[in-house]
């Protein structure tokens, strides 16, 4: 196997630009999405009880999505390991790291999950509970922030050959090809 391309994120673009774009964008989200659904609820009474649980859900958000990675790769029977860290007060940050690499198909399952299964739920809980809806917008805006890293992986991933093989360790992907298979990229 050769090396195509290595990946990190934190050396491309550093720590404070991500969390400033993810800022942004979660900042955004959150625009877009609440017009269309306050036009859609309308002036329908807010039930302040629903702050409670969205203080717990953000706070175990870290946790929840790195689960939603290593949901598909438990089901495609590949093995992963949590790595937990504890660089700020409030929030951990949590890692997961694959323990051989993984194809193409595998890698952009498992970084597009969190997407499938928590932010289009957030979305169906903002328009199905009306009392509610600020609060799944604001979680889902909070996981749309977090999924921004996700993206740039999908972005780099679909650009790599068709027959890659990818893998996570220490805070980068690498993007690997068999040396016959080239050329067929």
């Excluded at 269309?36 to 009880?49: C, M, Q, R």
């Excluded at 977090?146 to 093989?165: G, N, V």
Aim: aromatic letters at 16%; a positive charge.
């Amino acid at each position: 196997m050769n090396c195509w391309k290595t990946i990190n994120f934190n050396k491309e673009f550093g720590m404070n630009r991500l969390y400033l774009q993810s800022f942004l964008i979660g900042l955004l989200a959150f625009i877009l999405l609440y017009i269309p659904f306050s036009v859609k609820h309308g002036t329908a009474d807010l039930y302040e009880s629903g702050i409670i649980p969205l203080i717990l859900a953000i706070f175990f958000m870290p946790i929840m999505h790195t689960s939603m990675h290593i949901l598909p790769l438990i089901m495609l029977n590949k093995r992963a390991r949590l790595i937990f860290k504890r660089n700020t007060l409030f929030f951990p940050i949590v890692n997961y790291y694959t323990k051989k690499h993984l194809t193409k198909k595998a890698s952009l399952l498992a970084a597009g999950a969190p997407t499938l299964l928590i932010t289009i739920p957030g979305i169906m809980g903002a328009w199905l509970f009306s009392e509610y809806y600020v609060y799944f917008l604001i979680f889902t805006s909070v996981h749309m922030a977090m999924t921004f890293t996700d993206f740039l992986y999908i972005l780099y991933i679909s650009k790599a050959p068709k027959r890659s093989y990818i893998e996570n360790s220490n805070n980068e992907i690498t993007i690997l090809v068999n040396s016959d298979n080239k050329s067929a990229g």
